[in-house]
């Protein structure tokens, strides 16, 4: 995945995450943060980095299929 490593868009995702995480964290250690709370930032978590997944798998591919086409031609 060498194609990947200068896609800003990647890696603002990353960061977001990494952002999202770190709340979580300071939720944890904050005793009047609520369960519900920290469960709704999980799920945001979580939608998040199923969306880098998905990011990450689509580029693969039209990688790949690119890669295909120029060996073809």
Known sequence: MSHLHQDKKIFNRIKRIQGQVA???KSLLTPES????????VA???????????????QQRWSHMF????AYL
Do not use: Y
């Not at 609520?34 to 930032?41: I, Y």
């Not at 945001?44 to 689509?58: P, R, S």
């Not at 890669?67 to 120029?70: D, G, S």
């Open 23 to 25: 709340s979580v964290e």
């Open 34 to 41: 609520s369960c519900l709370d920290v469960l709704q930032q």
């Open 44 to 58: 945001a978590i979580k939608g998040a980095v199923n969306g880098l997944m998905q990011q990450l798998l689509e």
């Open 67 to 70: 890669e295909q086409l120029k």
